[in-house]
């Protein structure tokens, strides 16, 4: 009975401590998650300090190749006019190559030269063209223009022993001294009677004669020179619209 009493107690005192402990270890773990949950996150490791990047090498610039000359670009024109060159005509009836020669008429030649160098004859009409005589031009389409140079009278030349034959180009003037402008004639034929009146000859076309040779002539000496002095193309345009005219004309050094 007394040994029955004692076990009794003895299994009552193991059950309560063995529950005692396990409280204990509970409440244990427990205070163990709070605290790991109380302390702050661990700091973010400082980033690694970034080197400076090193500044991209200058790119080597191409090495310049100096310009080939170019073919096909005319030469500039020289102030004066040579001895000798030629005037290439672009037409509405065909290109038409007069060669000039300073021998034959010296300041007639320097005028010419000057006139189509600064492209006096470009867009100008065969205003006055008589079958079996000649072909005249040389009045400018802008009345401004010609306000300018119908007056740039130049100096006669002395004959040089050139004719006004077939294909030669001559000033066309008055019957007074001196009153070579900017109009000339080209001959469709022998026309040497001139020649003792002062009309000396200073280009003679080269080819494009047959061209020449199909300027419009239905008009005549109809054109009023004094209204295409005044009103330029514009008169002519309208009242004689079937004239052929010079497109272009340049100068081709020899």
Known sequence: ?????????????????AACALLIGCSSSNESKKAEEQQPPPAAAPAAPQSAEAPAPTPALPELKKPEPTKGVPKALPDKAPDVFKVNMDTSKGTV?????????????DHFYDLVKIHFYDDVRFFRVIRGFMAQFGINGAPMTNSVWSN???????????????GMVTYGKTGMPNSRSTQLFINFGDNSRLDADGFTPICAVTSGMEAVDQIYSGYGEAPDQGLIQSQGNAYLNSQFPRLDYIKKATIVLQ
């Open 1 to 17: 009975m007394a040994y029955c009493c004692f076990m009794r107690k003895y299994l009552t005192f193991t059950l309560t401590a």
């Open 97 to 109: 190559v007069m060669e000039c020669h300073k021998a034959w008429s010296p300041r007639g030649v």
């Open 152 to 166: 740039a009278n130049i100096l006669d030349d002395p004959p040089a022993g050139q004719h006004n034959t077939r």
